[in-house]
């Protein structure tokens, strides 16, 4: 076998001197050079891994060391070793990082698992801790999410107590007969900037607006609003929204075990509610759960398309994307969908 120029340092000093490594037919691995003839067999010699044409190092069972430039020299010394996985998995490496195509495979690669946790992984892992977060977090999540939105931007509602009275029992009677929905509340408040508009907080509370309900027509309308708002508690779409957004603290809570440390999630979520779009797959469960509710109670499915028209007709023009905390995206697919399924 050829010999490889090295450099070989004895671990005592930072001095090194030039040697030559040979590989002898009983595959004992000689260090030769000035005042220097040593020899370990192959099997106690262990190379750093191949990275790039970066130089090597062969340390020796007695902590000395030699470091080289011939990587091509190295690896056929350790060729019979191959088959051992703690061999195979460096040589594997380098041969990617020296072909373009395994490169850019292993960037393919890389990206497409890194855009399925974004679009998959991380969802899930959202949607499992929303289940099982304790109630308690859950309530003050909800509690100061109202309290943000009240200091910045909504204001008392400004509806006859009887008024707000009549809509809360309305929707006392919707969540009767859904179990887990008995402690849920409805919160009126005027909506100022955001308008006629409805959203679900965590912990069963559902804020209307007055405008919203100084647009409806009918008071299945707002029957069908509700719904939706309750459709959205029931899959626990803003505590996932609001973990999907805080990422950190969600695999920190996955990987340990302690949905209580979700408690710091308290002081981030109103910000983030401030800035809630819903996905359109959120928008389509709490529409399934609404329109589901409307067949089963005999209200036409007309109800719930005729409030998104006036309420996406009330939005300037071009904003068929949500809008400033508005939980409605893309009005006019969802207005269309609902009509489609209205039974004759």
């Given at each position: ?14 001095s ?6 040979v ?22 010699v ?6 790039g ?61 890194a ?11 959202a ?6 977060l ?21 204001a ?10 009549a ?11 859904i ?6 509340r ?10 006629a ?19 409806s027509?009918d008071?299945?309308?707002?029957e069908?609003?509700?719904?939706h ?18 990422v950190?603290a ?6 340990v ?5 979700l408690t ?11 800035q ?6 959120f928008?389509?469960?709490a ?11 005999g ?11 006036r309420?996406?007709?009330k ?5 068929d ?15 269309e969908?609902a ?5 004759p």
């Open positions: 076998m050829n010999a490889i120029g090295a450099r070989y340092f004895d671990g005592k000093s930072s090194g001197r030039e040697v030559t490594l590989l002898d037919a009983q595959r004992v691995l000689r260090v030769r050079g000035e005042g220097i003839d040593l020899g370990w067999p192959i099997e106690e262990r190379a750093s891994d191949r990275i044409s970066s130089r090597r190092h062969l340390s020796f069972p007695d902590g000395s060391q030699c470091e080289t430039g011939d990587n091509d020299g190295v690896d056929r010394m350790f060729a019979a070793q191959e088959a051992d996985a703690s061999f195979l998995l460096p040589r594997l490496l380098h041969r990617w990082e020296s072909g373009l195509r395994y490169a850019l495979a292993a960037v393919a690669i890389t990206v497409a698992a855009a399925a946790a974004i679009f998959w992984g991380i969802p899930a892992l949607k499992q801790v929303a289940f099982a304790p109630a308690a977090t859950e309530t003050l999540i909800g509690r100061d999410a109202l309290a943000a939105l009240d200091r910045f931007v909504l008392p509602s400004r509806l006859p107590a009887e008024r707000q009275g809509l809360r029992k309305l929707l006392s009677g919707m969540t009767a007969d179990k887990g929905a008995a402690g849920y409805l919160e009126m408040r005027a909506g100022g900037r955001v308008g508009n409805a959203l679900a907080l965590p912990a069963g509370i559902i804020v209307v607006t007055d405008e919203l309900v100084a647009l027509q008071e299945r309308e707002l069908a609003v509700l719904a708002e309750i459709g959205h508690l029931r899959q626990r779409h803003i505590l996932r929204h609001v973990l999907q957004d805080s950190t969600l695999l920190v809570a996955v990987t075990g302690d949905l209580t440390s710091s999630l308290a002081a981030a979520a109103p910000t983030l509610l401030l809630a779009k819903f996905s359109r797959d928008e389509r469960e529409d399934d759960f609404a329109l589901a509710y409307l067949a089963r109670r209200i036409p499915q007309e109800m719930f398309a005729a409030i998104l028209q309420m996406e007709d939005r300037p023009a071009g904003t994307a949500a809008d400033f905390l508005s939980s409605h995206p893309a009005t006019r697919e969802r207005i969908r009509r489609k399924q209205q039974k």
